[in-house]
């Protein structure tokens, strides 16, 4: 969006700069994809999910501007969006984060779980990802996955 109007086109560089092959999906937001890393977001960026998430994909830098009390912002990686508006974001991170990353998580954390069909999580693998989808799917949305891959209570 520039200025409350949806766009046609952006920078590559909004994405990122790895391009992710992935198959033609209408509900995917873009007909390229870009990442910041090839593991996890590039293997995240191939998932195809089922036919209940009406629209996901990459999320460009910027979009969801969550503030940091460092003075910085943070925004989720992907975005899953379901038939029944439930919403899922993840934060894409390598398996040792540095204190700014954690930071970054816990803002968003703490920004998200103030609205009741959103959920976001932080995590390490596609198959966090293709877990926290097959929950949203069965609506039982009121577990994630902490930052070191074990489940916690979201509600």
């Known amino acids: 969006m520039e200025n409350g109007q949806f766009i046609d086109e952006m920078a590559q560089g909004s994405l990122g700069t790895i391009a992710v092959e992935t198959g033609p999906d209408s509900r995917n937001l873009f007909e390229k994809v870009f990442v910041d890393s090839k593991d996890p977001e590039g293997e995240i960026a191939k ?81 966090e990802v293709l877990e926290l989808l097959k929950r949203l799917m069965n609506h039982n949305v009121s577990d994630s996955l902490d930052d070191r891959g074990g489940v916690k209570k979201l509600l």
């Not at 009406?54 to 969006?81: E, L």
Request: hydrophobic share 35%.
């Open 47 to 127: 998932i195809v999910p089922n036919e209940e998430i009406k629209v996901f994909g990459k999320i460009p830098r910027r979009v969801i501007q969550v503030p940091t009390y460092t003075g910085g912002t943070t925004t989720p990686d992907f975005v899953y969006a379901t038939k029944n508006d439930l919403f899922l974001l993840v934060e894409a991170k390598s398996s040792s984060l540095r204190d700014t990353e954690k930071i970054a998580v816990k803002a968003q954390k703490e920004l998200f779980d103030e609205f009741e069909d959103v959920r976001c999580s932080k995590v390490t693998k596609k198959e």
